[in-house]
Nanobody
């Protein structure tokens, strides 16, 4: 099937930067939309940013101008560059990908990473 492995989380001071990466592996026919979701303690999971295969992006209002999502289709990898981080950005960040595998073609399915913790101290 498909595995999504995230990296790049950690502890950073307010105003700092982090870059998250998510690499997909498995029997992948095509990677369609990819995105980063986040869940803060006691809050619902929310979309932080998403990107289509063609590169069109979408951001939550709370991260616009501070976060940049990008992808490398050749490497089946999506990135989230986070700058000017705020304590309210503290959350577990999950990678999501909509994938068509060789077994499921032409149907696509959602896959999720295990999550990476981002903690921003004030």
């Amino acid at each position: 099937q498909v595995q999504l492995v995230e990296s790049g989380g950690g502890l950073v001071q307010a105003g700092g930067s982090l870059r998250l990466s998510c690499a997909a592996s498995g029997t992948i026919f095509s990677m369609n939309a990819m995105g980063w979701y986040r869940q803060a303690p006691g809050k619902q999971c929310e979309l932080a940013a998403s990107i289509t295969r063609g590169g069109s992006t979408n951001y939550a209002d709370s991260v616009k101008g501070r976060f940049t999502i990008s992808r490398d289709n050749a490497k089946n990898t999506v990135y989230l560059q986070m700058t000017s981080l705020k304590p309210e950005d503290t959350a577990v960040y999950y990678c999501n990908a909509v994938v068509v595998t060789f077994l499921t073609h032409p149907n696509e399915y959602d896959y999720w990473g295990q999550g990476t913790q981002v903690t921003v101290s004030s």
